[in-house]
């Protein structure tokens, strides 16, 4: 399996250590996507849309782990349960608001991600694609949805093996 890199984010997050963890607790922040040239046509029409979805590299997450206390909670969780970035493929997801784009540089809004992050895709967010119809449940953080607005990441995913 192997991957390619389209592009680079570029944030005011340069260290993992008080960023948000969410978009939701990143709102305002103002974020770039820097795509490589070779792949601006694929960018035509895509400023249609008022949201993207974004797919990058956890380019400094900590090492797998299977059981994590996340952010908003005090207790071990299956690391499949949670968002945190020591996962086995460590992929992030962002669905963020698409101001502009300028030639090769998307820009967006309640950026979210650490700078440098490798971009691996974007995708338009369309929400009867999306949205999942009738109830939702979230589990664990039906609980503490009140405090992902202020939520900042800390270093309880640091692993010393990364810089």
Known sequence: MEFQQIGILRTPFTEPTDMPIQPSSARGAIGRIEI?????????????FSHIIVLYHFHRA??????????????????????????????????????RIDGVTVEVVDAD?????????????????????GPVRCGWLDKGMDEIAVARSDDRFADSNND
């Not at 792949?39 to 035509?44: G, H, I, R, S, V």
């Not at 991600?113 to 119809?133: A, C, H, N, R, T």
């Open 113 to 133: 991600m650490l700078d440098g992050s490798p971009v691996l895709d974007i995708k338009p967010y369309v929400p009867e694609f999306d949205q999942p119809s």
């Open 62 to 99: 900590p090492s797998p782990r299977l059981m994590v206390t996340p952010f908003l909670d005090d207790s071990p969780h299956g690391l499949f349960a949670t968002r945190a970035p020591c996962r086995p493929n460590p992929i992030g997801l962002s669905v963020l608001r698409l101001c």
């Open 36 to 48: 490589d040239p070779a792949w601006e046509a694929a960018l035509q029409d895509l400023d249609g």
